[in-house]
């Protein structure tokens, strides 16, 4: 089983990154005015990017190339091809 960090659409994967980054600086950024309690954002930042920024940025490209790249393995041979490329040569 692979595991995919890929959203559904790029629009909502994008919204994802946009709060969970927005919330990690926002954290740190705004101690010196409200205090430490800002730093209940980051959990949230940390929510919205389902774990860690790396797993969302591999989210990201995996959103991009759905549908694009494809890996196909046959006798213990792997290969990543286009989608355009898969479908000639069936």
Not at 15 to 33: H, Q, S, T, Y
Not at 55 to 65: A, D, K, R
């Amino acid at each position: 089983m692979t595991s995919s960090f890929a959203s559904t659409s790029l629009p909502r994967h994008l919204l994802r990154g946009a709060v969970g980054f927005g919330a990690l600086i926002a954290a740190f950024a705004l101690i010196p005015l409200l205090g430490p309690a800002t730093l209940l954002l980051a959990p949230l930042g940390l929510l919205a990017l389902r774990g860690c920024p790396t797993c969302w940025t591999i989210g990201l490209i995996q959103t991009i190339s759905r549908g694009r790249l494809q890996r196909t393995c046959n006798n213990g041979r792997c290969e990543l091809t286009t989608a355009g490329d898969a479908r000639s040569r069936e």
